[in-house]
């Protein structure tokens, strides 16, 4: 069975669909492989971030990315932010949020 990737919002989706060409197709052929073979793909593609957080790790001639996802039911997982990345780390606020949102997800709202 093929996973999926769904996004916890439309905005999360506009914002992921509205990276940088070079970028969003690096996040597009990572998605591909993730449908087909997982999420565990592991470094350079995806790394675990703990605590049930995981990143995609999308890279283009414009710089760097990060969505961070969750996995849900049924080979499901569900893309819950996505930055451009400017420092080593995610800054906290908006993994304030991603954690926020995957305890929504989980629960099923």
């Not at 093929?2 to 992921?16: A, C, G, N, Q």
């Not at 995981?54 to 996995?71: N, P, Y």
Request: net charge positive; with cysteine.
């Amino acid at each position: 069975m093929p996973w999926t990737i769904t996004f916890y919002s439309t905005r999360v989706e506009r914002e992921t669909l509205a990276l940088p060409p070079g970028i969003l197709a690096s996040f597009l052929r990572i998605a591909e492989l993730i449908e087909e073979f997982g999420p565990d793909l592991g470094r350079p593609h995806t790394a675990p971030l703990g605590q049930g957080l995981f990143e995609i790790r999308a890279k283009g001639r414009e710089g760097i990315a990060r969505s961070v996802f969750c996995t849900a039911k049924d080979q499901e997982i569900v893309v819950l932010i996505t930055v451009i990345k400017k420092r080593n780390k995610i800054p906290k606020r908006q993994m304030d949020t991603a954690r926020k949102r995957m305890k929504e997800v989980q629960d099923g709202n």
